[in-house]
């Protein structure tokens, strides 16, 4: 399973299901994909999901708006920034990432000064790393509790693979809060 590091997350810390997604803010499949995954959360409550940066180097505003999710992530708002990046993927220039700042709340002076510091390149590399070791090849690829789900798939696609690995953690022996961590760090399927 994808090690979680520092990663922003959503949902519940014990959850029998984790999905980690590798993404791109510039990446059409992934913003395509986005609806899905709402689905996905109403048809399968209680899921915790898990963001990973893979700035891909083609898209020329690939990194930067990952630094800006990270930098909004250090203020409690990485959520926030993650839906407003997808939502307005044809408008991601310096001066419409300080807009979404302001708009979701930040504090835009804090938020721009972790612009230029080393901590949000170390949080993306760190995840390049765990691409890397996960052997991901494009984005979006999920892993769901270990078990990857490449591309921008339909929703019974998700829960098809979703079911499985709740299947299998639930009859794992585990107790429901140490399913993911004491399998963290095994191989990906």
Not at 29 to 51: F, N
Not at 101 to 113: F, N, S
């Amino acid at each position: 399973m994808v090690p979680l590091g520092a990663s922003p997350t959503r949902g519940p810390a014990d959850a029998w299901v984790t999905i980690v997604e590798f993404g791109d803010f510039q990446c059409p499949y992934c913003g395509a994909v986005e609806p899905t995954i709402v689905q996905v959360d109403a048809a399968r409550p209680g899921l915790r999901w898990v963001w990973k940066n893979l700035p891909l180097s083609f898209h020329d505003r690939a990194l930067p708006t990952a630094i800006a999710a990270m930098c909004a992530d250090a203020q409690g708002q990485f959520w926030e920034m993650h839906d407003l990046l997808y939502a307005n993927q044809d408008a991601q220039s310096d001066t419409d990432l300080a807009s979404y700042a302001a708009q979701i709340g930040l504090d835009v002076p804090q938020w721009q000064a972790c612009l230029t510091t080393a901590e949000p390149v170390n949080q993306i590399d760190a995840d390049l790393t765990a691409a890397d070791s996960a052997r991901v090849e494009g984005t979006p690829t999920f892993f769901i509790n270990g078990l990857a789900l490449v591309g921008s798939q339909p929703l019974d696609a998700f829960l098809s693979v979703i079911d499985q690995a709740l299947a299998s953690a639930q009859s794992s022996g585990s107790t429901q809060g140490d399913y993911y961590a004491t399998r963290e760090g095994e191989g990906c399927q």
